[in-house]
Nanobody, 126 residues
């Protein structure tokens, strides 16, 4: 079955970098757009970044643009989120997701070809 396992979260100081990883299994990784979302306490889950199946194109939310970089290694079935200049408002549970159908601009996740990971906590202290 499809599994997405995030890692790399933790407690960091504002301004520091952190890299999250998400390893996928049970799917043909290169067939999926890979995405990152986050959810802070009391807030809705929000889109962070997405990367195309080939890794050639990316898209990021305005709130993280210029600070976060999404990348992927299809040989390792892994998508990364390199986070820099972290701010306390970046504190959230970060989730990776895999999207079989659609493109970078799609944000729905009711599609049965959309899969979530379990999330990893990122806490940024001020």
């Amino acid at each position: 079955q499809v599994q997405l396992v995030e890692s790399g979260g933790g407690l960091v100081q504002a301004g520091d970098p952190l890299r999250l990883s998400c390893v996928a299994s049970g799917l043909t990784f290169s067939s999926y757009v890979m995405e990152w979302f986050r959810q802070a306490p009391g807030k809705e889950r929000e889109f962070v970044s997405a990367i195309s199946r080939s890794g050639f194109r990316t898209n990021s939310a305005d709130s993280v643009k210029g600070r976060f970089t999404v990348s992927r290694d299809n040989a390792k079935n892994t998508v990364y989120l390199q986070m820099g200049s972290l701010k306390p408002e970046d504190t959230a549970v970060y989730y990776c997701a895999a999207r079989l159908r659609g493109s970078l601009s799609d944000r729905n996740y009711s599609d049965n070809g959309f899969y979530w990971g379990q999330g990893t906590q990122v806490t940024v202290s001020s």
